[in-house]
């Protein structure tokens, strides 16, 4: 672009240049996540995509939108920027995964006060390998330069995704009954929740982001940035062969609040605490902040990122077949009939 045309816009702090070279750069990266769908390449006003509906009778679109939240203060504070977008495509694909759908196309948008390429770069990098473990397409995005709308050096991120489902095969947890199980897949951390809290208790400790995390060898920065799991290969894989009657995506709330969104009215779900591994960050935020177990159930995954609700007559063929795929998962409880209609559908047992 000329310098000319551009000057105006430069010097009330927007780089036009600083943006086409950032297209420039990850149009290949982008590329590489396209699937047999995809119709345009990035730079268009609109992105394309012809979905495949062979096989199904009656196609549902299914869609999510979500950001990362507080955990990007942390990407800024370790200046770390490749593995949050991750954080943003498992957000959204885990949500529609959760009625059956599979992810079709991912839009992202990025904003920031001064593009940094480099860091932009680095970020988007991260948004398509999410793409790329959830196998769908990086359609497009918008990336927002708004001078003194951000702090220096900080940026926010949004994602939008849209997946497919044959109506008939929806999961809505409609056939959940009396007798099912409760499998739970292990988180690879506090995924992209709690972080408001987990950040104040980080700040009150005193460590610092290189100190190894106490019960751990591992850093506490690499701890706490750790991506949130992708769970759309694992969970197809077992959706072809069995029937799945709910699924749980384990994000804000916790088990107290996302567990009660697929039951029917008439049961709850007691989960037996204890019955899977946790990872050693939880129980440093539960000392380190003084909480008790219910109250960490409620902010944080605990260690079980996706839950599937099965029958018993199937369990144990769906806990061999995901741990040949090397999936961490647990029997973690059972569907029981709900005591009176005010009771709380999920009762941990301690």
């Given amino acids: 672009m000329s310098e000319d045309r551009a000057r105006a816009y430069t010097e009330a702090g927007v780089d036009i240049n600083a943006g086409n070279a950032l297209v420039s750069r990850i149009k290949s990266i982008v590329s590489r996540t396209h699937t047999n769908g995809v119709l345009s390449d990035i730079g268009g006003f609109g992105g394309l995509f012809k979905p495949d509906t062979a096989g199904m009778e009656e196609p549902v679109l299914v869609a ?12 800024f504070q370790f200046d770390r920027h490749d593995t949050v977008g991750i954080d943003l495509v498992a957000m959204s694909v885990n949500d529609i995964l959760v009625q059956g759908a599979r992810p079709l196309f991912f ?16 970020v988007i990098s991260g948004v398509a390998e999410g793409c790329r473990r959830a196998s769908c397409a990086l359609l497009g995005g918008e990336t ?4 003194d709308m951000y ?15 044959d ?17 739970g897949l292990g988180s690879t951390g506090l995924h992209s929740n709690g ?3 987990a950040r104040k208790l980080f700040e009150q400790s005193g460590l610092s982001p290189d100190d190894l995390l106490p019960g751990t060898d591992r850093k506490v920065q690499d701890v706490l940035i750790e991506p949130t799991a992708i769970y759309v290969d694992v969970v197809r894989n077992i959706m072809r062969d069995f029937d799945v009657k709910g699924m749980v ?25 204890g019955s899977w591994t946790m990872q050693p960050v939880f129980n440093w935020l539960l000392a380190q902040g003084g909480l008790t177990w ?13 839950v599937l609700i099965v029958s018993r007559e199937v369990s144990e063929d769906i806990m061999n077949r995901l741990e040949a795929m090397h999936m961490p998962s647990w029997v973690i409880g059972s569907i029981e009939r709900r005591k009176d209609k005010e009771s709380e559908q999920v009762q941990v047992l301690f």
């Fill in 144 to 147: 927002a330069e708004m001078a």
């Fill in 167 to 183: 109506n008939a095969k929806i999961v809505d947890g409609a056939s959940i009954r009396v007798g099912d199980v409760l499998i």
């Fill in 195 to 197: 972080y408001t809290l």
């Fill in 107 to 122: 839009l992202d948008y990025f904003a920031t006060g001064k593009l940094d390429v480099e860091k932009a770069q680095q």
């Fill in 294 to 306: 219910p109250e960490m159930l409620q902010i944080f995954n605990c260690g079980i990122g996706y």
């Fill in 151 to 165: 702090a220096p050096g900080e940026y926010d991120l949004a994602g939008f995704c849209v997946g497919i489902v």
């Fill in 249 to 273: 995506h384990v994000t804000g709330g916790g088990f107290y609040d996302n567990i009660p969104r697929v039951l029917p009215a008439t049961v709850e779900a007691h989960i037996t605490f």
């Fill in 64 to 75: 999510s939108t979500d950001g990362v939240g507080t955990k990007l203060k942390l990407a």
